[in-house]
């Protein structure tokens, strides 16, 4: 079982494909949006892409827990990252949570709403305690669902230099070290809960320029990968 970014996607088929079947795959969903449940009155999202549409569709629903609930007795391991937790989420009229990802923008799933929903930012207090109520959900349903010794958090710090060692301080609306550290304080929450996390060393942060889906600072070159990979498992083999 996987949840989270591209980075556990990629990870997956690059390198752990051939060694595991996957049983669910559910991305691109923040856990403060699995916390808050389904988000009503929307319309359908119209993507191009069968996969973009269903990581909106599962985040619209905040089906993270439906799925633990139906994949955990057969999942050697539960793999998860929180680089979705930078894209911050948007506060839903009935009270629910969507990640604000690009791929929901461009659904117009938002657009029957006026005004447009708010923003909660990524590492303002608001989201950190969303995020802290939203971490002890998640351990809750580990710990009911006796995943817990099976589930591991990859906590990556993020790339400020290319492979070409073009600097990446800022990217897009980012800071990169500070959402590096903002990212790397929510694993920690985890950890604290009792979920296993295993941090990967700052020198393999590095962005590939000639990675799939672009350069970017959580787009990284091999070894991350292979670090990454060998975590996974590592994990698994201990189950």
């Known amino acids: ?13 690059q ?48 089906d993270l827990y439906t799925k633990i609930s139906r994949f955990s007795a057969d999942a050697d391991v539960f793999a998860m990252d929180l680089l979705v937790e930078r894209l911050g989420v948007l506060k839903m009229p009935d009270r629910t ?4 990802s690009n791929e929901l923008i461009k659904s117009s799933a938002l657009s029957p709403l ?10 303002t207090p608001q989201h950190q305690n969303l995020f802290h109520r939203a971490a002890f959900h998640l351990a809750d349903s580990l710990n009911g669902h006796d995943l817990l010794s099976r589930t591991i958090v990859i906590s990556t710090p993020l790339a400020n230099v290319t492979s070409t060692g073009r600097p990446m301080h800022k990217f897009q ?38 990675h799939q889906w672009g350069a970017a600072p959580w787009h990284y070159t091999a070894p991350a990968y292979d ?3 060998e975590q996974v498992r590592e994990k698994a083999a201990s189950c």
Do not use: N
């Not at 996957?22 to 069968?50: F, H």
């Not at 949570?97 to 604000?100: A, E, F, L």
């Open 1 to 13: 079982m996987l949840f989270g970014g591209c980075l556990m996607g990629d990870t997956y088929h």
């Open 15 to 62: 390198r752990l494909k051939g060694d595991f079947s996957l049983l669910c795959y559910v991305a691109r969903q923040s856990l403060i949006s699995a916390m808050s449940g389904p988000t009503s009155g929307l319309p359908d999202p119209k993507l191009g892409s069968a996969f973009q549409k269903r990581c909106v569709d599962g985040d619209i629903k905040g």
């Open 97 to 100: 949570y969507i990640t604000r």
């Open 114 to 123: 006026k005004p447009a929903p708010p923003h909660i930012r990524e590492g």
């Open 173 to 210: 609306r980012y800071d990169v070290e500070a959402i590096s550290s903002l990212l790397a304080g929510y694993a920690h929450t985890l950890q604290e809960l009792g979920i296993e996390v295993r941090r990967m060393p700052p020198e393999l942060a590095v962005a590939d320029e000639d």
């Open 227 to 229: 670090w990454i990979s």
